[in-house]
């Protein structure tokens, strides 16, 4: 037999194989031992952005010289990975304020996160750090870095606890090192949060991607609306605990809403035309547990009750103008006790199941 | 047949294919179509770093006051894959200076880079951000940050031509988005270069995972070294256009080297005690091509010059006290037209061929 020929077969025979290990082996993650994942295509690459100059002629014995010279910057960068036998749409996953793509990999304790669950699932995944974040750290603008000791603050606002007490029940690991690699997992903006500048890149990702599912957490929820509004190839949005960032039509914009932590949370008005196109894709936003329902005065409770008042008031507004939009409280639907970060908490494979089944619900798998 | 076992039985069948698909699959890379890559395991985690914090008691319910609150900082960021059948020591990247470990994930022009070359060699794969660059951001110490536009100094710097000409069969691809996608995959610091940091985190690095190979690149050189002295688990290193950084015997430190893109190329001293850890691993130190072999008026060639006049007089320095550092110049060895980013550019797989080599000559694999 030709080598070649020989090859092929082995392969096919490996595909089938595969397939039907992933079949059989879909309880696998929680008997301990993992299947392998089979990864037909990865890689990473820069998309969006823009390029500042300064004028003049660069003088190559001169290079330090900033005449003539270019710097391109604000850009997102992406890493993705492709399953064999590849469901319709990839999810693209962006992270919240001060987390970038690290946000779906590991879980603090070191189990599997989004990421590699959803590929187990057949999803193609591509994870971004938002322009100015992470691997995308070029900006176009400037920023000073200073630090700052903040984290019982983040502690706090993601719900782990009152510091320095876990909340009873809560679905977090309660070893020192996990909370080590839980606050190692921020990294700061290198320029200003920019709404536009991040969902600029993002819909410069779905023109290269092709239709897709968007999966955002927290602030990222703000720039995934916006992208939503530039992009036809996003087909559903996923948002965990969005706090922020919420377009109404320009005339239905609610009071901001006083809160203990940021003071107002305001929402935004964008063009009734702008707004429809959030009422052609099915939406899910999802609330963790330990959110009050009345004011508190501890400021992260009483944020994370207002951002919960805000995002019932968008729902109801982009479902009166023909939308889709659910908004699930996980504590409703029987999963208790999660954080600000519900798809790496302990409990996060049952968290993807509730995910799984609204995708198949929606025909989106 | 009950369903664990024949998911056990699939899984082996599994296995002895993917297996057999390696061995027969050798050449795949070459003929277009690329075989899946199968991943016993991966994932991301945080390693070393230090905790600093404000003194006082945090307030609960005053979260933006920093007394009594801390801040995790100059971790490095470590993303890993170990395919099926790993073989015995892992490869551990590190990037050079204004790089992070997209340095070794795609090519610009979107081929695939060492990450996959390697994995698809059976080696484990560990690809590190250096603490204070990329996804490791979180700084102890400030940093302010200025968009300077600086990219034609890179491309001189980077030998990739002299600006806005590329070197006559220079490895690298000549349109536009590949230029674009290198200039993107620049992030900076976040916080000073600090070797001992970085090389603190590489140490507590290898003691995570025991005996493995540290291939690092340019300004990546000098930590790499440092990491040496820190730990007995690296077991040889790969340098990829190591520029600075080279530590000497106290009593034999060499005079710096005068050049145009830094003034004075230094080198360091050591102990003897520890300089000796060097010599007792072997040790590659690889050249691309376009460098003079005399001082030269444009400042990028000036300073490789001197980089390799420095990297001769380190290797002299550490055989002569019985250590294994051999110094391949690319070109002398017939790979011809490569850039400061051997492992991307065109023949990267040549590259890759020639490294994998060296590895088997000395049984490293």
New interface residues.
């Given amino acids: 037999m030709k080598?070649k020929t020989?090859?092929s077969l082995?392969?096919a025979?490996?595909?089938i194989?595969?397939s039907?290990?992933f079949s059989?082996?879909a309880v696998?993650q929680s008997s301990g031992k993992?299947?392998?994942?089979?990864?037909?295509?990865?890689?990473?690459?820069?998309v969006g952005?823009t390029v500042?100059?300064?004028p003049g002629t660069?003088n190559?014995?001169?290079?330090?010289e900033?005449a003539?010279?270019?710097?391109?910057?604000d850009?997102a960068?992406v890493?993705y990975q492709k399953p064999?036998n590849a469901r319709k749409y990839p999810l693209t996953f962006l992270h919240g304020a001060g987390q970038?793509?690290?946000t779906w990999?590991?879980t603090p304790d070191?189990r599997?996160g989004f990421q590699?669950i959803f590929l187990r699932r057949n999803f193609s995944v591509y994870l971004l750090?938002q322009s100015r974040r992470?691997?995308?750290?070029?900006?176009?603008?400037?920023?000073?870095?200073?630090?700052?000791?903040?984290?019982?603050?983040w502690f706090?606002?993601f719900r782990l606890g009152?510091?320095p007490d876990f909340y009873p029940g809560v679905q977090f690991p309660k070893d020192e090192e996990s909370l080590?690699?839980y606050?190692?997992?921020?990294?700061?903006n290198?320029?200003p949060f920019d709404m536009d500048v991040i969902s600029d890149a993002i819909a410069a990702l779905y023109a290269r991607t092709g239709p897709g599912i968007l999966v955002t957490h927290s602030q990222g929820g703000g720039p995934g609306w916006a992208s939503v509004m530039k992009s036809p190839n996003i087909k559903a949005v996923v948002t965990y605990e969005s706090g922020s960032g919420f377009p109404f039509p320009d005339n239905e914009v609610p009071a901001p809403i006083p809160n203990?932590?940021n003071k107002q949370l305001e929402a935004y008005g964008v063009p009734m035309d702008d707004f429809k196109k959030l009422t052609r894709i099915p939406i899910v936003v999802y609330y963790g547990d330990n959110i009050p329902n009345t004011r508190h005065?501890?400021?992260?409770l009483d944020y994370w009750y207002a951002a919960v008042q805000m995002a019932e008031k968008w729902a109801e507004t982009v479902n009166k103008h023909g939308g889709d939009v659910t908004v699930v409280h996980l504590p409703k639907v029987g999963i208790k006790g999660n954080t600000h970060f519900p798809f790496s908490d302990l409990n996060n494979v049952e968290v993807a199941d509730h995910l799984s089944a609204w995708l198949a619900k929606k025909g989106l798998d």
């Fill in positions: 080598k020989f090859r082995i392969v025979l490996t595909l194989l595969v039907l290990s059989a082996g696998a993992l299947e392998p994942l089979v990864i037909q295509q990865q890689g990473s690459f820069a952005g500042i100059s300064t660069f190559p014995n001169k290079p330090f900033p003539g010279q270019t710097l391109h910057g850009h960068y890493f064999v970038f793509s690290k990999e590991s070191g599997e590699n750090d992470g691997g995308a750290g070029r900006s176009t603008v400037a920023m000073n870095l200073t630090p700052n000791t903040d984290e019982q603050m706090q606002q009152v510091w080590n690699q606050f190692r997992q921020m990294t700061p290198t320029g203990g932590f005065e501890n400021p992260a």
